[in-house]
Nanobody, 115 residues
């Protein structure tokens, strides 16, 4: 049974930091590309950051220089370090795993950036 369980969301002030985690199980984590997406109210889900099975990363322009994606294959976990958070980063953040035609999603974790 495939599971992706996100954690680490919450309420943070502008300029603050959060670290999201996504614990994976039920599939061979190391061979999957892992991504973080987000969806704000009334908006479409968008890609935030991705990391390939080989560790190559890419980021949305809106988060470059502020967010860092990483993975620990020994722990079957992918992380999203978010610094210098802005109110426009407020969204539900989803973890995703994909390989070819297979894609799995987590249930999401809420991130709210507000003073």
């Amino acid at each position: 049974q495939v599971q992706l369980v996100e954690s680490g969301g919450g309420l943070v002030q502008p300029g603050g930091s959060l670290r999201l985690s996504c614990a994976a199980s039920g599939f061979t984590f190391s061979v999957y590309a892992m991504s973080w997406y987000r969806q704000a109210p009334g908006k479409e889900r968008e890609l935030v950051a991705a990391i390939t099975s080989l560790g190559r990363t890419n980021y949305a322009d809106s988060v470059k220089g502020r967010f860092t994606i990483s993975r620990d294959n020994a722990k079957n976990t992918v992380y999203l370090q978010m610094n210098s958070l802005k109110p426009e980063d407020t969204a539900v953040y989803y973890c995703s795993a994909d390989r070819g035609s297979r894609r799995y999603w987590g249930q999401g974790t809420q991130v709210t950036v507000s003073s």
